[in-house]
């Protein structure tokens, strides 16, 4: 690769912090209804209120994006680690399945919308659980074996949906395919504040073993020959991955992309050490659905598209680009 | 820091070792015993338990049974960041999917000496330019380790190992798939180092003339048993490589060579 | 063989009812067609339906998928695609499926019938302020009817502006834009499903703040609203004397 394997990583962390800003000015401005600063700020009359009305609808889509965003993207960075393989996505292993699962299956059973995120946190904590079930040999985390368990567990989820949608009645079946395409409306404080613990001790503990992940990723042998509790280590980064991924979904649906995208790009950047690779990812991933949730709302406004349809079609096809200069 | 080296300690001691491989016994009640500062090679054909019997030793397996004493003490009831600090793996192939830098793979082995895992400090950084320099691989430093070719990378992980600042090394077929100029660079950086500090050195090898020229002692196994051992000359007989490896070995210009197998006529030379 | 249920609500109209061998999932109007065999929803299996030796299908041409369609084509069974596009293609739809069933008179005299209801609805609200308003079908994720729907044009005869004409088919509307539109009434469909989602979402939903939140809530029967059929006529009076009742205080009871 390019300036040594090492990168640039402050000036990637400073880029990223100042993107995450600009995009976030983004998601309050931006929308269907254009509001400027001064507007904003000293705006007097209706045309104040109206402005600080949008505002106020925006500014929580911001925060559940940027934190959204920065699950997927750790979440994202530690499965590609932890499996060793660049393209690796959280939602390998079944977690978003296991939640779209367990949304879906409540929303069937008549239980209130309002406890649409618990059951599909549950649903993703489930398939987690009988994934690395699954994946044990001989008291060990076989990692070849969890990814196979985990494209079980997807197909398994995705004819389990099917079923759900042909028995649900149109009105639910709709509201459940909006919710599966990944969408940030409905956005509110609440719900951040309710994803905020969630996020932040999956991240916590993958900070935590940053330097462990970085011995496992050479090899389990080396890193075991090094000291590391390898079982411990892979069971750790794991749930925090998995964990992260499930509240993200339970709060947002299935947002594509993000998780694969942005630990790739910021690699390329800043090198492969998960001490920097982890945090600029975060910062990085929250950037980018910022933005991504301001162009949902903006480019067929008033129409608002799913977040999950923009994070696709800007991904797939950027995400190609990265592959073809890869040398 | 200096091994016991005098008194009837050694270094490594193991009793009735047994440990699995996957389903199967890989060894099956090994006992051996590993003088301080010596380079002992380890041979047997595929499948007797030498990588195993390695991977025991640096806590990669756990064994089923049997003991294993570091120094007379019992290896298992250590920290294995303890046992990380004295004791250093160098594994047989590594499979780099991700770039990473040479310098920063080297002070990955300053790993079990750092708090947290996390070697940054420049003190580890001045070991292991050190130890990269000692290993002859301090131009590639700032290089992607994950496109060095074989020989390069073995070194590194020597320099990862001389970093460790382990009194002990555990190299699983370090010449294994070399071209001949790059094997004779590794086992000079070895032979050197190993001199320097008279560190214990176990090598994983079915190349036996590699372990007659260069081991102090040789370790044979055979189905996860120790066969023989002691210094080459007393365990590198034509009838122990025949127990061993199945196999007629004949003295040659280079050395013991296989000659042929034993349902065959021996082939003229 | 009617495939959605404006399609069976058509053919009873005309008189073709005893035709009908069998009808889609919900079909529940006219109440004879309850008694019909079911075959399957909007997105019914061809096989089926061709198990059935249909001598005619009656698909919808909006409703049904394309592909289903064409597979039926394919079998041979002979299939009468009717557009619900807008209030004209309805009536044609009506004269069409009537012609085919051999109820053409009937038809033709229904779809008059209808038309002249319409231009009725159209004379008297004509000149009247429009009220600005939207419809939507379904409140989570709220979802409008825009330009070049059948509903649009309810909206419109009935005296309303569309706000949601900006985008065709049927958009899904962002939270912002419903807070902040200049929106007075909000047609909603309803029904035993759709009231306590509606109540939600102006609860605490999409629909919750600003505009949309103090905007006046009219609510149509949603048999009437979602159906292009003779029935959506029903739905567009009732809007446009709840839009513009004073339109019909002059007149004497009949």
Same mark, same amino acid.
């Given at each position: 690769?390019? *300036?040594?394997?090492?990168?640039?990583?402050?000036?990637?962390?400073?880029?990223?912090?100042?993107?995450?800003?600009?995009?976030? /000015?983004? !998601?309050?401005?931006?929308? !269907?209804?254009?509001?400027?600063?001064?507007?904003?700020?000293?705006?007097?009359? #209706?045309?104040?209120?109206?402005?600080?009305?949008?505002?106020?609808?925006?500014?929580?889509?911001?925060?559940?994006?940027?934190?959204?965003?920065?699950?997927?993207?750790?979440?994202?960075?530690?499965?590609?680690?932890?499996?060793?393989?660049?393209?690796?996505?959280?939602?390998?292993?079944?977690?978003?399945?296991?939640? #779209?699962?367990?949304?879906?299956?409540?929303?069937?059973?008549?239980?209130?919308?309002?406890?649409?995120?618990?059951?599909?946190?549950?649903?993703?904590?489930?398939?987690?659980?009988?994934?690395?079930?699954?994946?044990?040999?001989?008291?060990?985390?076989?990692?070849?074996?969890?990814?196979?368990?985990? +494209?079980?567990?997807?197909?398994?989820?995705?004819?389990?949906? +099917?079923?759900?949608? *042909?028995?649900?009645?149109?009105?639910?079946?709709?509201?459940?395919?909006?919710?599966?395409?990944? *969408? /940030?409306?409905?956005?509110?404080?609440?719900?951040?504040?309710?994803?905020?613990?969630?996020?932040?001790?999956?991240?916590?503990?993958?900070?935590?073993?940053?330097?462990?992940?970085?011995?496992?990723?050479?090899?389990?042998?080396?890193?075991?020959?090094?000291?590391?509790?390898?079982?411990?280590?892979?069971?750790?980064?794991?749930?925090?991955?998995?964990? /992260?991924?499930?509240?993200?979904? @339970?709060?947002?649906?299935?947002?594509?992309?993000?998780?694969?995208?942005?630990?790739?790009?910021?690699?390329?950047?800043?090198?492969?050490?998960?001490?920097?690779?982890?945090?600029?990812?975060?910062?990085?991933?929250? @950037?980018?659905?910022?933005?991504?949730?301001?162009?949902?709302?903006?480019?067929?406004?008033?129409?608002?598209?799913?977040?999950?349809?923009?994070?696709?079609?800007?991904?797939?096809?950027?995400?190609?680009?990265?592959?073809?200069?890869?040398? | 820091?200096?091994?016991?080296?005098?008194?009837?300690?050694?270094?490594?001691?193991?009793?009735?070792?047994?440990?699995?491989?996957?389903?199967?016994?890989?060894?099956?009640?090994?006992?051996?015993?590993?003088?301080?500062?010596?380079?002992?090679?380890?041979?047997?054909?595929? &499948?007797?338990?030498?990588?195993?019997?390695?991977?025991?030793?640096?806590?990669?397996?756990?064994?089923?049974?049997?003991?294993?004493?570091?120094?007379?003490?019992?290896?298992?009831?250590?920290?294995?960041?303890?046992?990380?600090?004295?004791?250093?793996?160098?594994?047989?192939?590594?499979?780099?999917?991700?770039?990473?830098?040479?310098?920063?793979?080297?002070?990955?082995?300053?790993?079990?000496?750092?708090?947290?895992?996390?070697?940054?400090?420049?003190?580890?950084?001045?070991?292991?330019?050190?130890?990269?320099?000692?290993?002859?691989?301090?131009?590639?430093?700032?290089?992607?380790?994950?496109?060095?070719?074989?020989?390069?990378?073995?070194?590194?992980?020597?320099?990862?190992?001389?970093?460790?600042?382990?009194?002990?090394?555990?190299?699983?077929?370090?010449?294994? &798939?070399?071209?001949?100029?790059?094997?004779?660079?590794?086992?000079?950086?070895?032979?050197?180092?190993?001199?320097?500090?008279?560190?214990?050195?176990?090598?994983?090898?079915?190349?036996?003339?590699?372990?007659?020229?260069?081991?102090?002692?040789?370790?044979?196994?055979?189905?996860?048993?120790?066969?023989?051992?002691?210094?080459?000359?007393?365990?590198?007989?034509?009838?122990?490589?025949?127990?061993?490896?199945?196999?007629?070995?004949?003295?040659?210009?280079?050395?013991?060579?296989?000659?042929?197998?034993?349902?065959?006529?021996?082939?003229?030379? | 063989?009617?495939?959605?249920?404006?399609?069976?609500?058509?053919?009873?109209?005309?008189?073709?009812?005893?035709?009908?061998?069998?009808?889609?999932?919900?079909?529940?109007?006219?109440?004879?067609?309850?008694? %019909?065999?079911?075959?399957?929803?909007?997105?019914?299996? $061809?096989?089926?339906?061709?198990?059935?030796?249909?001598?005619?299908?009656?698909?919808?041409?909006?409703?049904?998928?394309?592909?289903?369609?064409?597979?039926?084509? $394919?079998?041979?069974?002979?299939? %009468? $695609?009717?557009?619900?596009?807008?209030?004209?293609?309805?009536?044609?739809?009506?004269?069409?499926?009537?012609?085919?069933?051999?109820?053409?008179?009937? $038809?033709?005299?229904?779809?008059?019938?209808?038309?002249?209801?319409?231009?009725?609805?159209?004379?008297?609200?004509?000149?009247?302020?429009?009220?600005?308003?939207?419809?939507?079908?379904?409140?989570?994720? =709220?979802?409008?009817?825009?330009?070049?729907?059948?509903?649009?044009?309810?909206?419109?005869?009935?005296?309303?502006?569309?706000?949601?004409?900006?985008?065709?088919?049927?958009?899904?509307?962002?939270?912002?834009?419903?807070?902040?539109?200049?929106?007075?009434?909000?047609?909603?469909?309803?029904?035993?499903?759709?009231?306590?989602?509606?109540?939600?979402?102006?609860?605490?939903?999409? %629909?919750?703040?600003?505009?949309?939140?103090?905007?006046?809530?009219?609510?149509?029967?949603?048999?009437?609203?979602?159906? =292009?059929?003779?029935?959506?006529?029903?739905?567009?009076?009732?809007?446009?004397?709840?839009?513009?009742?004073?339109?019909?205080?002059?007149?004497?009871?009949?």
């Amino acid at each position: 690769m390019t *300036s040594g394997a090492a990168g640039r990583p402050r000036l990637a962390l400073a880029g990223a912090l100042g993107l995450l800003a600009g995009a976030g /000015l983004l !998601g309050i401005l931006v929308g !269907g209804v254009h509001l400027s600063l001064p507007a904003l700020w000293s705006g007097a009359g #209706a045309e104040g209120e109206a402005a600080r009305l949008v505002a106020s609808i925006r500014l929580p889509r911001v925060a559940l994006a940027a934190l959204v965003g920065a699950a997927l993207s750790l979440s994202g960075a530690a499965m590609q680690a932890l499996l060793k393989n660049p393209l690796a996505d959280p939602f390998l292993l079944g977690t978003s399945g296991g939640a #779209a699962a367990g949304a879906a299956l409540a929303s069937l059973a008549g239980i209130s919308p309002l406890l649409s995120p618990a059951a599909a946190f549950a649903g993703a904590a489930a398939s987690s659980v009988a994934v690395a079930a699954l994946a044990r040999r001989g008291g060990r985390l076989d990692l070849q074996r969890l990814l196979l368990s985990g +494209l079980i567990a997807n197909a398994f989820f995705s004819a389990l949906l +099917l079923g759900v949608f *042909s028995v649900a009645s149109a009105s639910a079946a709709r509201t459940m395919l909006f919710w599966m395409m990944g *969408s /940030l409306a409905d956005a509110s404080f609440g719900k951040v504040v309710a994803l905020l613990p969630w996020a932040a001790a999956g991240a916590a503990v993958l900070l935590l073993y940053a330097a462990r992940l970085n011995l496992l990723a050479v090899g389990e042998d080396s890193a075991a020959a090094l000291g590391v509790d390898t079982e411990r280590a892979k069971r750790q980064v794991f749930v925090a991955a998995s964990l /992260l991924t499930g509240a993200a979904v @339970a709060f947002a649906g299935i947002i594509g992309f993000v998780g694969l995208l942005v630990p790739h790009a910021v690699r390329a950047v800043a090198g492969n050490d998960q001490r920097r690779l982890l945090p600029i990812c975060a910062v990085s991933g929250a @950037a980018l659905l910022v933005a991504a949730d301001a162009l949902s709302r903006a480019v067929f406004a008033p129409a608002e598209l799913p977040i999950g349809a923009v994070t696709a079609t800007v991904g797939a096809p950027l995400f190609a680009w990265m592959l073809l200069r890869e040398p | 820091m200096s091994p016991d080296a005098s008194s009837g300690t050694p270094r490594i001691e193991t009793r009735g070792l047994r440990a699995l491989y996957g389903r199967t016994e890989a060894l099956s009640g090994l006992d051996a015993r590993i003088p301080a500062g010596e380079i002992v090679a380890i041979l047997g054909e595929n &499948g007797s338990g030498k990588s195993t019997l390695l991977k025991v030793l640096a806590r990669i397996r756990p064994p089923s049974g049997g003991e294993i004493l570091l120094d007379g003490a019992p290896l298992l009831s250590q920290p294995r960041r303890e046992t990380a600090r004295r004791v250093a793996y160098v594994p047989q192939s590594v499979e780099l999917v991700f770039p990473i830098r040479a310098l920063d793979l080297v002070l990955q082995g300053r790993a079990p000496h750092a708090r947290g895992f996390s070697a940054d400090s420049p003190e580890d950084r001045a070991r292991a330019l050190d130890a990269m320099k000692a290993c002859d691989v301090l131009d590639l430093a700032e290089r992607d380790a994950s496109a060095l070719s074989g020989g390069e990378t073995r070194r590194v992980f020597l320099a990862r190992a001389v970093a460790q600042e382990a009194e002990i090394w555990l190299l699983d077929e370090p010449t294994a &798939g070399l071209d001949p100029r790059h094997r004779l660079e590794f086992l000079d950086v070895l032979r050197r180092r190993h001199l320097e500090s008279r560190r214990t050195v176990l090598l994983v090898t079915h190349e036996v003339d590699l372990a007659a020229r260069i081991a102090d002692g040789v370790l044979l196994l055979r189905r996860g048993r120790t066969l023989a051992s002691g210094p080459p000359d007393a365990v590198l007989t034509v009838d122990n490589l025949r127990r061993a490896f199945d196999v007629e070995f004949r003295e040659g210009p280079a050395g013991l060579q296989a000659a042929a197998l034993p349902d065959r006529p021996p082939v003229v030379r | 063989m009617a495939l959605a249920p404006n399609l069976t609500e058509i053919a009873f109209a005309v008189g073709a009812g005893d035709r009908l061998i069998a009808v889609s999932n919900f079909s529940d109007y006219p109440p004879e067609a309850r008694r %019909l065999p079911r075959v399957g929803g909007l997105d019914a299996s $061809a096989e089926a339906i061709v198990a059935l030796h249909p001598d005619l299908v009656l698909a919808s041409r909006d409703g049904n998928p394309r592909g289903a369609v064409q597979a039926l084509e $394919a079998a041979g069974v002979p299939v %009468l $695609a009717v557009s619900g596009e807008s209030l004209d293609a309805v009536l044609a739809g009506i004269r069409q499926v009537g012609e085919r069933l051999g109820r053409g008179e009937e $038809a033709g005299r229904l779809a008059e019938d209808l038309a002249r209801r319409r231009e009725d609805v159209r004379h008297r609200v004509a000149g009247r302020p429009k009220t600005a308003a939207l419809l939507l079908v379904w409140p989570d994720p =709220p979802q409008a009817a825009g330009a070049g729907t059948f509903l649009a044009d309810v909206l419109e005869e009935a005296g309303a502006r569309n706000l949601a004409a900006g985008r065709g088919g049927w958009p899904v509307l962002s939270a912002e834009f419903l807070a902040t539109a200049d929106v007075s009434v909000l047609v909603v469909p309803d029904s035993a499903d759709a009231r306590p989602a509606f109540d939600k979402a102006r609860a605490s939903g999409a %629909l919750s703040r600003g505009a949309a939140a103090a905007a006046r809530v009219v609510r149509i029967p949603d048999d009437e609203l979602s159906r =292009p059929g003779p029935r959506v006529f029903d739905a567009l009076e009732t809007l446009a004397k709840k839009l513009h009742p004073e339109a019909w205080n002059k007149e004497t009871a009949e």
